[in-house]
């Protein structure tokens, strides 16, 4: 059993045997999609978060904070994202990984 960055006991990934490793280019190229991917969910998920929150003035309200609401989700879901992310990229390259018959 292997340890995850948080501490919980995990079962190690068991790829199919005889399946071609994957090259370090394209499985470069997939793990940032897939990070990519965690992000935009994420940001989905946080934009729902913060739907009908009202900020009181002088420090919110008004069309230039509906505005910009999202790119401030965008944002926080980059950073979550890039530090870990709630662990859906590494799933999501995997599958990729499977889908193409590759290890």
């Known amino acids: 059993m292997s340890v995850s960055a948080y501490g919980s006991n995990l ?12 090259s370090p280019a394209l499985r470069t190229k997939i793990d940032a999609t897939a ?4 992000s935009q969910f994420l940001s989905a998920m946080l934009g729902q978060m ?9 420090f919110g309200g008004g069309a230039g904070e509906g505005a910009f609401k999202s790119f401030l989700t ?3 879901a980059k950073t979550i994202a890039s530090h870990g992310g709630v662990g859906l990229a590494k799933h999501v390259s995997k599958e990729m990984l499977t889908m193409q018959g590759l290890s």
């Open 11 to 22: 079962a190690p990934m068991v790829m199919p045997a005889g399946l071609p490793a994957a």
């Open 35 to 38: 990070k990519q991917f965690e």
């Open 50 to 58: 913060f739907e009908g929150t009202e900020v009181s003035a002088p």
């Open 74 to 76: 965008d944002a926080f």
